[in-house]
């Protein structure tokens, strides 16, 4: 489970270079990722407008945007030449929480994983999950955690949410299922 913050943009990890801006990596289910943007991909040009002599933080500018707006990027890669891609911008998530969940001795644990612990949950140690429902679980312990888990349309787990209510946080499953 992934609980994250989050900024309108393209997803992606950007350098400068000389003739433009390398992108490092992709992020993971980001507009970037979607469209195809590799690693070593140069951008040269940002809606029509050079990126030459630009500064890091103008070209997350022009990255950046409104949600659900197109952003169309002039790209160089090493082995197919130029290229023209237009991106949707998208909310980006970045993962402040990580959270692995598994089976245990017949049971369902919990762990911290990602570099912030939560509630009863810290990194390197396993917490068991005690059931309330089919779908939610709670923690024995000083934060009285509850993690409630829903489907997709197929069936499938995809969606966590810690302590349910008013101060709830809403993950989402990654990796196996």
Same mark, same amino acid.
């Given at each position: 489970?992934? $609980? $994250? ?7 992606? #990890?950007? +350098?400068?270079? /000389? ?5 490092? @990596? ?33 070209? *997350? ?14 790209? %160089?890669?090493?082995?197919? /030449?130029?290229? #023209?891609?237009?991106?949707? @911008? ?8 990580? =959270? ?6 017949? &049971?369902?644990?919990? #762990?911290? %994983?990602?570099?912030?612990?939560? =509630? ?8 068991? =999950?005690?059931?309330?429902?089919? $779908? #939610? ?7 009285? %955690? @509850? *993690? ?8 499938? %787990? ?6 349910? &209510?008013?101060? +709830?946080?809403? &993950?989402? =499953?990654?990796?196996?299922?």
């Amino acid at each position: 489970m992934n $609980s $994250s913050s989050s900024a309108p943009g393209i997803g992606a #990890e950007i +350098e400068l270079t /000389g003739g433009g801006v390398r992108i490092r @990596r992709a992020l993971d289910n980001s507009p970037s990722a979607n469209a195809g943007l590799k690693s070593g991909d140069v951008i040269t040009e940002i809606d029509g407008a050079p990126v030459t002599g630009l500064t890091v933080n103008q070209v *997350i500018a022009r990255l950046r945007g409104p949600v659900n707006v197109q952003v169309k990027l002039k790209l %160089t890669r090493a082995q197919s /030449g130029p290229s #023209e891609v237009a991106l949707t @911008r998208a909310p980006i998530y970045v993962p402040n929480v990580e =959270l692995e969940i598994r089976m245990d001795g017949g &049971g369902l644990v919990a #762990e911290a %994983t990602g570099p912030w612990p939560i =509630l009863d949950f810290t990194k390197g140690k396993a917490v068991a =999950l005690k059931p309330v429902s089919g $779908s #939610e679980f709670f923690v024995d312990g000083p934060d009285h %955690t @509850r *993690i409630a888990f829903a489907k997709d349309s197929t069936g499938k %787990t995809a969606t966590a949410t810690l302590n349910p &209510g008013p101060w +709830e946080q809403k &993950g989402t =499953l990654v990796g196996k299922r």
